[in-house]
């Protein structure tokens, strides 16, 4: 306890004497950015502010001095709050398999990789959420320190995920980077990579499986449309023989 104290004891005067002590002080007390992040918005919440002041003190026996938290510093509590989320945050692509939607809120998301992500929402984001269940999205969010690693305690950001580009397709090296429309099929349960112009249409129980599936339909294709001359193909294949060869 009395650790504590003398840690935030040294935060507040460091914030008082101006914004580097305040940020030395932060670093020398706590190295993990997420830990930061939560130590910010609790002591955010310690701040003076217009219409009231805030003093504290030190001391577990009864207090004698306080020391006036500053005011008009939110600003710059907010700021480094940013800077941290941007230091601390992971991103996922996936989709949602299951939303329980009373107390505590979390959904699970699948990731591409294949694994399964319990994320705690706000009440705010429940129609977004149900309006892309089994969806593939974006999130971006703070995971948890804890035991259970497989957590995410807070999102910053959250967004339908609707297309990848690779310049790479399992061995085929591609002159230019392909452009795959990102699905996920409800009824099979599976990932689906479309590309119209070059006529993908791949499927996976797995991210990975899908961008095998799409290699074979390259490969397969060029298999085919390149046995013949161009006079022998219809005007769609004629198409796709242009496109296949443009990467």
Known sequence: FNE???????????LIEGDTEFINALSDSIKDPGEKLKFLKSFKKLLSRNGYDVSIQFLQE????????PSNREDFIDKLIDEYTSQAAVELHGVITRIKGDEPRNFVITTTEGKKIVCHYPEEMESFLHNHWKDPIFIKGIL??????????????????NSVTKDQIGKLQLLKPLK???KFNKKLNKWNLVNPELAINAFGKSFSEAFEDVEDSIESTVSVI??????????????????????
């Open 4 to 14: 504590i104290n003398s840690d935030i004891e040294k935060m507040v005067r460091c």
């Open 180 to 182: 795959l429309e990102v």
């Open 226 to 247: 390149f046995q013949f001359p161009d006079k022998k193909l219809s005007k769609e294949s004629i198409r796709i023989k242009n496109a296949l060869n443009s990467y």
């Open 62 to 69: 009864r207090p004698k001095n306080y020391i006036r938290m």
């Open 144 to 161: 948890s320190k804890s035991i259970r690693k497989n957590e995410m305690d807070e999102i910053v950001d959250i967004s339908p995920f």
